[in-house]
T-cell receptor
């Protein structure tokens, strides 16, 4: 149980285009989903928290208009990187939490974004 | 901002050796998670510890939560190349489901 998928696993795009990344909880309902960014050889950096049916909460320094998050259902959240630039190239990882007292998050396999 | 320090940052050992990774903070937490992440993949949950002094075992991995619930350790016995990866501890911030991740320990086990 507790499987989270991400699509695509890898994407290469041209500078100025937008890229959408999907995150799905496959076998549980995720009350909360999280989006992280990870730079090479570093730990995970939280970008935003999204709850189904409400606006995402962004961490300080993360541009809301740059990284659009939609949490349309209890099993799907999307991250759209708008007008991508080379500095947006990174490894993006989502996680999902079904709630519960242990506060456990289950992570997707990540999406490698390369902006040319 | 709560800080979660892990040590060591990097560790390279031979197959069969034992090792311990530490996760320390000055804050008290209700629970703490350990994850392992392999290159190009997402973190995989290894264990959640909840009670002060709690010890949990997962095959050759032994996890301990400090008595005061401020720190934790991960001990690996007879390490194998398959244990290679980035080990991350994580805690939830008060009143939310948000995680704070530790700084990470990158382990490499040589055959």
């Amino acid at each position: 149980g507790a499987v989270v998928s991400q699509h695509p696993s890898r994407v290469i795009c041209k500078s100025g285009t937008s890229v959408k990344i999907e995150c799905r909880s496959l076998d549980f309902q995720a009350t909360t989903m999280f989006w992280y960014r990870q730079f090479p050889k570093q730990s995970l950096m939280l970008m935003a928290t999204s709850n189904e049916g409400s606006k995402a909460t962004y961490e300080q320094g993360v541009e809301k208009d740059k990284f659009l998050i939609n949490h349309a259902s209890l099993t799907l959240s999307t991250l759209t990187v708008t007008s991508a630039h080379p500095e947006d190239s990174s490894f993006y990882i989502c996680s999902a939490s079904g709630g519960g007292s242990l506060n456990e998050q289950f992570f997707g396999p990540g999406t490698r974004l390369t902006v040319l | 901002t709560q800080l979660l320090e892990q040590s060591p940052q990097f560790l390279s050992i031979q197959e069969g050796e034992n090792l311990t990774v530490y996760c320390n903070s000055s804050s008290v937490f209700s629970s703490l998670q350990w994850y392992r992440q392999e290159p190009g993949e997402g973190p995989v949950l290894l264990v959640t510890v909840v009670t002060g002094g709690e010890v949990k075992k997962l095959k050759r991995l032994t996890f301990q939560f400090g008595d005061a619930r401020k720190d934790s350790s991960l001990h690996i016995t007879a390490a194998q190349p398959g244990d290679t990866g980035l080990y991350l501890c994580a805690v939830s911030t008060s009143g939310t489901y948000k995680y704070i991740f530790g700084t990470g320990t990158r382990l490499k086990v040589l055959a």
